[in-house]
């Protein structure tokens, strides 16, 4: 997580960094700090708000040419003054900002304090800056990587030195770093979007590699060995425009009432209305390499995971083909078998998330095909698999993904009919999926012009101790997602469950009024599902309900309906997960959470 940037140039740094920081904020906004070289020394401004309050505090600051900016999102040592970046050396004339973990802390605080050093914070990362000044003989890039040999674990890092203001090292072991290579000036971040601004040229740093930029120059080395590596200068693509409110009051909300358009976006181009067929450029597979895929494997975290699941129900039903979802940062470490003929997706919306990352290393380690599943164009993730499916849902902001959930469903839809063509689905079936996935942009606009009584079930949870989300088959993944969201937005304790299993457990959480929320579209298993629900009824359980319209069965079960325009089985995620995107939303504004930047979160995981 945290988010890094860092500025050689001609101009003034400090707005460059600011700026910088304002489009890394979504890696992480616990506190926010800058370091600039001025007047040979290091001015270095702290803030444990967002990115927003330092800006206040450092405006009318130093116009020096040359610094180093962080925005941090917590993982050792709490959220203090102390502990936002940059860190800085006994002498204050080395500072570090680190976006990554220090495995071996422990270990290099206990050597380092043996030596001498007193340390002023509880960060792994202040191990850095005192390292390098243990190496430091004048030689800023021998002195990094000297230091850098020391470290287990994952790093981006920029380091200044008030003695080189001309110069900024950058190093990078598994935590995504690019340098922007501009006309003059050169720009260390996180990621492209924070450089976009200034360059499209850059480069991606690769792990093992450390970089020394000035102004006029990017030299690229082997960290280990310091023997120069020729890096390829890439375009960045893709939209990377400021994202706006379009007038609504949060991020998150624009993001839900967008969805009509991000799933046509991603539906354009690929749907083959006449051949009852779909196309996905992107995967780079003719026929015959579709055909050998016998088995398929969802990797994701979070929100992308729960797409993953809906995903390969869908491929295991119509294509017939065994497929599972997998939690990218379990499935990493139990030394997975990675059978031949399966294809893996990697599903992301950010394409940085480090424990996706993983598991695609270890898929490809082990000789598998990857394929990506995301949003954000030329990101690790994508690059890292080379061939896959952008989902084209846009920039998405609020920390809570709502409108990749249903960007990324919909592209496994797609694949699923490219697969389940060449298989078990005849033209006129394929023909009807193709048209049912077309209609879908249109009918989740329909329910989103009407959405029920969203308010009646706020009421409900608001106040609730626990709140139980119940669905089976596709609308099992819903339940998760619904869950996830609730809790993310309006810190509510919930769980999901799939719905036959509540009685296994879960059903003893029940009291008198406690509120349950049943996913239980007209599908499949809708008569099972209503025994489920008749089980809560009977403990005394207040039941939400989100149902296909004109169901009398449910609408007269439910102590709040909310019905939801009738769709095929496998596409009822893309309607069903609505209402509780809505639900989280407003249950989170009414009890005055912080919408688009819960506690505690970020918008991309780049720490395992
Ligand atoms: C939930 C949420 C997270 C992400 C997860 C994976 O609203 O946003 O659960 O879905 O961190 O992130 P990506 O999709 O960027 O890999």
């Known amino acids: 997580m945290c988010g890094i940037i860092a500025y050689v140039g001609p101009d003034a740094a400090l707005p460059k960094l ?11 906004y616990d506190s926010a700090g800058v370091a600039l070289i001025a007047d040979d020394d290091l001015w270095i401004r702290k803030d444990t708000g967002r990115v927003a309050a330092l800006a206040a505090q450092v405006e009318g600051g130093p116009t020096a040419q040359t610094g180093i900016a962080h925005t941090r999102w917590a993982t050792h040592g709490g959220i203090s003054l102390d502990n936002a970046h940059p860190h800085v050396d006994a002498k204050s004339r080395i500072a570090v900002v680190h976006n990554g973990i220090v495995e071996n802390m422990t270990a290099l605080v206990g050597m380092l304090k043996e030596e001498g050093v007193t340390f002023t914070s509880e960060t792994d990362t202040e191990v850095i800056p005192h390292l390098v000044r243990r190496h430091y003989d004048g030689d800023p890039v021998a002195a990094v990587r000297e230091a850098l040999q020391h470290v287990r674990g994952t790093f981006g890092v920029a380091v200044a030195f008030a003695d080189h203001p001309e110069l900024l090292v950058a190093a990078r072991n598994g935590s995504p770093l690019v340098i922007g290579v501009g006309d003059g000036e050169n720009i260390i971040a996180s990621d492209p979007q924070a450089v976009v601004a200034h360059t499209r040229q850059v480069v991606y740093m690769q792990d093992g590699e450390m970089a020394v930029i000035t102004a006029d120059s990017v030299k690229v080395q082997k960290l280990t060995t310091g023997v120069k590596i020729q890096s390829e200068v890439a375009t960045i693509e893709g939209d990377y425009g400021p994202a706006e409110m379009e007038g609504y009051p949060h991020f998150m909300l624009k993001e839900i009432f967008e969805q009509p358009r991000s799933i046509r976006r991603c539906l354009r181009g690929r749907i083959q209305l006449r051949e009852g067929n779909a196309k996905l450029g992107g995967l780079n597979m003719d026929p015959r390499d579709i055909v050998a895929t016998n088995r398929v494997i969802n990797l994701g975290c979070g929100t992308s995971y729960h797409a993953g699941m809906a995903g390969a129900m869908a491929v295991e039903a119509l294509a017939r083909i065994p497929a599972r979802a997998e939690i990218a940062s379990e499935f990493r470490y139990r030394h997975p078998i990675v059978p031949r003929d399966a294809m893996f997706f990697a599903i992301s919306q950010s394409g940085e998330t480090a424990d996706t990352l993983g598991a695609i290393h270890e898929v490809q380690t082990k000789g598998g095909q990857v394929m990506g599943c995301v949003n954000v164009v030329g990101s690790t993730i994508a690059r890292t698999c080379g061939r896959g499916v952008y989902v084209h849902s846009g920039p998405e902001i609020a920390v809570a993904s709502t409108k990749a959930f249903t960007s990324q469903v919909s592209a496994l839809l797609v694949f699923t009919l490219m697969l389940a063509r060449t298989r078990n689905l005849s ?64 810190y509510i304790p919930c769980e999901a469950y799939p719905s036959g299993e509540m009685k296994h457990g879960p059903i003893a959480m029940l009291d008198e009024g406690a509120p349950v929320i049943a996913v239980t579209p007209q599908d499949s298993q809708r008569e099972k599902a209503i025994s489920n629900m008749k089980e809560v009824e009977a403990r005394g359980a207040r039941l939400i309900v989100i149902h296909t319209e004109g169901d009398e069965e449910m609408e007269a079960l439910a102590d709040v309906s909310i019905p939801v325009p009738a769709v095929a089985d496998y596409a009822s995620p893309l309607i069903t997960v609505l209402p509780l995107q809505l639900l989280a939303y407003k249950a989170g504004l009414a009890l005055e959470r912080d919408i688009d930047k819960p506690r505690n979160l970020a918008k991309s995981v780049t720490v395992e």
Request: charged residues 30%; negative net charge.
């Open 427 to 490: 033209l006129q079936q394929g023909r009807e999926m193709a048209a049912e996935l077309e209609a879908m942009p249109d009918k989740v606009a329909r329910y989103l012009e009407n959405p029920g009584p969203i308010d009646e079930a706020v009421a409900a949870v608001t106040d609730a101790r626990y709140v139980l989300f119940l669905g089976r088959g596709y609308s099992y993944p819903v339940a998760l997602e619904g869950a996830l969201k609730l809790k993310e937005i309006a």
């Open 18 to 28: 600011i700026e910088g920081l304002r489009r890394l904020e979504y890696r992480g």
